[in-house]
Structures are given as structure tokens and as C-alpha cells.
């Protein structure tokens, strides 16, 4: 089964900051298998980016990602408020099981 | 506009079974695949999100996560466009909200594009 390892754990940044989230897969993803969800608390996880860089419909710009093979970047270009939520990637490549990564928690500093 | 309803959650013993269904609407309903995912309560640190099972959007294939095989059953009944995990010989690592999640090929992306709200399934004696 292929690993997605998210970091950091846990980034603190401000509104206004610029945000760097990562996943790395324990062995090469197809990027058009590499997926970023947002999830705030009470909440069901929200499709941000598929295939590892195509905005989700409603998702604003400043969201973007980027990355191929193993290792995958989520960017958020200037945080605004409503940004601080985990954030998860996924891969659903050919076959099951299609797994997640930890987490990325991003709280306001 | 599309919505995926989650029910049957509960509280149940351990060694028992539950059924939990996914009543959606505002789409075309075999045109897709269904997903459970669940995201458990226990574990620490974070409560992070475990793929559990899949149908695809004619029923042929049904793939289920290694944690649950053998115990878990994804089913899907076409005419009442629902979705079912039903679960049995459940232990307390099964204590999680379960999602459900439809399933999207676009251009050759896979990807899960719209969930439920979840329903909290707690495994306790």
C-alpha cells in the first residue's frame, strides 16, 4: 500500500502569511491520482485539488498545487481566516486501498 | 443540488452489527461510484481520515480496506439510490464517523467530489 506522509504536523502561521503544506508518497503517484481535501472542525472533508494541481469548483485561487512522483505541495498564497483547517492529501491510484495522509493542521498564530 | 445523507449510526457492543446507509440525491446515481471513509475518535494524535470501502457505479466490483475485510459488506440498491456498509464483529477500533463519498473520473483525475455529513459510530461494552 502506498504511505502519504504530511508536513509539518502542525503549521502556525498568520492571515496574510503564505502557506507550504507537503506530502510525500512512499512510492510514485500518477499526479493524476493526488488529491488535497480541507476539513474544519464538525465539518465532512471539502474537495480542494485533484490531480495535483486543477482547482476544485468554488476553490479560490490563492489555493494551488504543484509537485509530481513522489512528493507533492499544497500552497495557499495569502492565509485568510477562513483558511485554518486540516488540510489532507490522498492518493486514488489504480487500485485500492486509496489512502490518506496524516494531516496537516494549520492554526492561526 | 447534490447531497449524500448518512444514517444508522449508534452505539453498539462489541462482536455486534450495524448497518449504516447513504441516501443521495440531485444526481444520477448509477452514473457513479461510492466510497465509505472513516475517521476515527480514538487514535492520537489527530483523528485522521482511513478509506474503508468502495462499490463501483454498477455494483461489479467492491473493494473493502484490510482493516475491515471479512467484516464489513458495501452494497448499493439502484432504486432507491442508497449506498449501505453493513458491519459486523465490530471491535472498538470501529469507533469513528463514518463518510460517505461519491466518486469522480474526470480526464483520467479520480477523485471524491462530494460527502455526506457522517453518523458516529461508538463500539462500547
Known amino acids: 500500500d502506498i504511505v502519504l506522509t504530511q508536513s509539518p504536523g502542525t503549521l502556525s502561521l498568520s492571515p496574510g502569511e503564505r502557506a507550504t503544506l507537503s506530502c510525500r508518497a512512499s512510492?510514485?503517484?500518477?499526479?493524476?491520482?493526488l488529491v488535497w481535501y480541507q476539513q474544519k472542525p464538525g465539518q465532512a472533508p471539502r474537495l480542494l485539488i485533484y490531480?495535483?494541481?486543477s482547482r476544485a469548483s468554488g476553490i479560490p485561487d490563492r489555493f494551488s498545487g504543484s509537485g509530481s512522483g513522489t512528493d507533492f505541495t499544497l500552497t495557499i498564497s495569502r492565509l485568510d481566516p477562513e483558511d485554518f483547517a486540516v488540510y489532507y492529501c490522498?492518493?486514488?491510484?489504480?487500485?485500492?486501498?486509496?489512502?490518506f495522509g496524516q494531516g496537516t493542521s494549520l492554526e492561526i498564530k | 443540488q447534490v447531497q449524500l445523507v448518512e444514517s444508522g449510526g449508534g452505539v453498539v457492543q462489541p462482536g455486534m452489527s450495524l448497518r449504516l446507509s447513504c441516501a443521495t440525491y440531485?444526481?444520477?446515481?448509477?452514473?457513479?461510484?461510492f466510497h465509505w471513509v472513516r475517521q476515527g475518535v480514538r487514535q492520537a494524535p489527530g483523528k485522521g481520515l482511513e478509506?474503508?470501502?468502495?462499490?463501483?457505479?454498477?455494483?461489479?466490483?467492491?473493494y473493502y480496506a484490510d482493516s475491515v475485510k471479512g467484516r464489513f459488506t458495501i452494497s448499493r440498491d439502484n432504486s432507491k439510490n442508497t449506498v449501505f456498509l453493513q458491519m459486523d464483529s465490530l471491535t472498538a477500533e470501529d469507533t469513528a464517523v463514518y463518510y460517505c463519498?461519491?466518486?469522480?473520473?474526470?480526464?483520467?483525475?479520480?477523485?471524491?467530489?462530494?460527502w455526506g455529513q457522517g453518523t458516529l459510530v461508538t463500539v462500547s461494552s
Open positions: 490522498q492518493q486514488s491510484g489504480t487500485s485500492p486501498p486509496y489512502t
Open positions: 463519498a461519491r466518486d469522480l473520473w474526470d480526464s483520467g483525475n479520480y477523485y471524491f467530489d462530494y
Open positions: 440531485g444526481f444520477t446515481f448509477t452514473t457513479y461510484g
Open positions: 478509506w474503508v470501502a468502495v462499490i463501483w457505479n454498477d455494483g461489479s466490483k467492491k
Open positions: 512510492q510514485i503517484v500518477s499526479s493524476r491520482k
Open positions: 490531480g495535483a494541481s
